[in-house]
């Protein structure tokens, strides 16, 4: 049987040449937008889990700490922020002072809002020591 000189057959998805396919036949099928979608959800609830255990206690904490005056939480969620925008900002020596203290302020409101869109997604897989408490 005669071969063309420029053909070696390795691995059956190596015979594109041979019968006509592309790269694309080879390859993983294309991201739809419902894939990116589900990208983008999971993304957020990746970001709204590590917030969640931070807030959550340190809000409660605010809450039911037996001292607390209505305004708490928020002046506690200004105080984080205000903590967040200085830290950055007083990072590289004041270089880029304003520009990286606006990022962290930023970075933690997006994390707040992420917090909320996954309490509000579906189960958050609520345990306790005994493992006892139902799934919400």
Do not use: C, H, R
Request: glycine share 14%; no cysteine.
């Amino acid at each position: 049987m005669m071969m063309p000189a420029n053909f070696s057959a390795v691995a059956e998805n190596e015979m594109t040449y041979v019968v006509g396919g592309s790269l694309v036949d080879v390859l993983a099928p294309a991201m739809t937008t419902a894939n990116w979608q589900n990208v983008s959800g999971n993304v957020i609830k990746i970001v709204g889990n590590s917030f969640l255990a931070k807030y959550t206690n340190d809000i409660l904490g605010q809450l039911f700490d037996g001292n607390y005056v209505p305004g708490d939480v928020i002046g506690f969620s200004v105080k984080n922020l205000d903590k967040a925008y200085n830290k950055g900002y007083n990072t590289f020596g004041g270089n880029w002072g304003f520009a990286v203290g606006a990022l962290n302020a930023g970075m933690q409101i997006l994390g707040g809002l992420s917090a909320i869109y996954t309490l509000g997604s579906g189960s958050i897989g609520l345990e306790t020591k005994k493992g006892d408490l139902p799934t919400l």
